[in-house]
């Protein structure tokens, strides 16, 4: 998995691409604590280069819900491929975000 991250219009997004799977997801967990921890206040996810996730990423995610809501930012997802979207839905876990079909789509969103 690699995660590279930009700003977009006062956006910081997060693109992450390959596997978010028991070995990588705390490298995830770290980069969008510490993401939130820098003062990012909207945070994106641009999982379009998402191949798997398994339950260990769906805990990073749950995890970086958590600490956004506790710090007031707000982190929405983008470019979720059809079979991770279906882990979100068979998990619940699409009621914690706000999921857009494109970056272009949730950078408009944000304002």
Do not use: W
């Amino acid at each position: 998995m690699q995660i590279t991250a930009s700003t977009e219009n006062g956006v910081t997004v997060l693109t992450v691409v390959g596997r978010m799977d028991t070995n990588t997801s705390p490298e995830a967990e770290k980069i969008i604590s510490g993401q939130i921890d820098a003062g990012a206040k909207r945070l994106l996810l641009d999982l379009s280069g998402l191949e798997y996730m398994s339950s260990a990423g769906l805990r990073a995610l749950l995890l970086g819900a958590k600490k956004s809501k506790a710090t007031g930012a707000s982190l929405a997802l983008c470019g979720v491929r059809p079979e991770i979207k279906e882990v979100l839905v068979v998990s619940g876990f699409v009621t914690f975000f706000r999921i857009h079909a494109s970056r272009a789509e949730a950078l408009q969103a944000a304002g």
